[in-house]
């Protein structure tokens, strides 16, 4: 499973979106009414049980939720 699906898969589950198409470009912080603050908490913590790494408050930053690519380069810097 590509590291792609992953995150789509935590971000569907985080959520409760359901089956909805996720790709790449899809626009997701502004774009996704179940994003909120606390969905953005939860979905970190979310990444941070699956994949065992440690999101600092310093690092979280609205770039990363602005797309699904976005997110999931996110999650590989925080794996390299």
Same mark, same amino acid.
């Given at each position: 499973?590509?590291?792609? /699906?992953? =995150?789509?898969? $935590?971000? &569907?589950?985080?959520?409760?979106?359901?089956? =909805?198409?996720?790709? +790449? /470009?899809?626009?997701?912080?502004?774009?996704?009414? +179940?994003?909120?603050?606390? @969905?953005?908490?939860?979905? $970190?913590?979310?990444? +941070?049980?699956?994949?065992?790494?440690? =999101? &600092?408050?310093? +690092? $979280?930053?609205?770039?990363?939720?602005? /797309?699904?690519?976005?997110?999931? @380069?996110? =999650?590989?810097?925080?794996?390299?």
């Amino acid at each position: 499973m590509s590291q792609l /699906t992953q =995150v789509s898969h $935590i971000l &569907r589950t985080t959520l409760g979106l359901g089956p =909805v198409t996720l790709a +790449e /470009t899809t626009l997701l912080l502004g774009s996704l009414p +179940e994003l909120d603050s606390m @969905a953005v908490a939860n979905l $970190i913590l979310a990444l +941070e049980q699956h994949y065992g790494f440690e =999101v &600092r408050d310093d +690092e $979280i930053s609205a770039r990363h939720f602005a /797309t699904l690519g976005a997110l999931t @380069a996110f =999650v590989d810097s925080k794996l390299a």
